[in-house]
């Protein structure tokens, strides 16, 4: 799931950046975030952080333009941050699994 959103990000935040030549500032510091957040997401490093900082791109960058798609990436950040980056990451490699206790 990680990995899906982070490619998603980044080619979504790439096409709108590199499409449009009259972005200003704050969408190109929006995209480059979504796309640095998205290649973290795609090798589970650093998840929470890069989880929180694209789900924040998202709410301010004006490059998502579908909202359904927004809300998508959106809601399934938050649940990156909530969950953690599973099994198959850099992060649990470097700092073990969380184990959910109820």
Do not use: N, Q
């Not at 998603?8 to 790439?14: G, L, P, R, T, Y």
């Not at 640095?36 to 998202?58: D, K, S, Y």
Request: a positive charge; charged letters at 10%; hydrophobic letters at 60%.
């Amino acid at each position: 799931m990680r990995a899906a959103i982070g490619v998603s990000a980044v080619a979504d935040a790439v096409v709108h950046l590199t499409g449009h030549s009259d972005a200003g500032p704050a969408v190109w510091v929006a995209g480059v975030l979504a796309i640095a957040c998205g290649v973290l997401l795609i090798f589970g490093f650093l998840t929470p952080i890069a989880g929180a900082v694209l789900a924040a791109c998202i709410l301010t960058a004006p490059f998502f333009g579908e909202r359904r798609y927004a809300i998508l990436v959106l809601v399934t950040s938050v649940a990156i941050v909530l969950l953690g980056p599973g099994a198959l990451s850099i992060d649990a490699r470097l700092f073990g699994r969380r184990e959910i206790k109820f």
